[in-house]
């Protein structure tokens, strides 16, 4: 079965959606949002730099629409740990992928040897 065509344009289109969905797609996406958030919190927009709901996180003061203080460290520290953390796990992913496939084409370890 590996050696036919399908297993051979699977693999390929596996390795191109995986480079483009979660390592292209993936990064902009959290750039873009690292950026929106850090605007919004320097513009006093939003309270928590962080766009999840958290349990942690500061309530409005009843008499106003606001948060007094500005975030919950701890809530910021989560959000930045995972996203660095799954952006992490996409690229060591997309490295073990890029190793099957260039076993899958050079023939891998038996290829070198014979």
């Not at 006093?44 to 008499?63: D, F, G, N």
């Amino acid at each position: 079965m590996k050696d036919s065509g399908m297993y051979f344009w699977n693999g390929l289109c596996l390795l191109c959606a995986w480079f483009f969905v979660r390592i292209v797609f993936g990064f902009s996406s959290s750039y873009f949002f690292w950026q929106d958030t850090a605007e919004a919190y320097n513009n006093e927009t939003v309270a928590v730099p962080i766009m999840v709901a958290s349990p942690l996180s500061p309530r409005p003061h009843p008499l106003h629409d606001t948060v007094s203080d500005r975030g919950n460290v701890c809530g910021q520290g989560w959000y930045c740990f995972s996203n660095i953390s799954l952006n992490c796990l996409n690229v060591m992913w997309f490295i073990q992928i890029v190793k099957g496939a260039l076993r899958a084409v050079g023939g891998g370890k038996k290829a070198a040897k014979e």
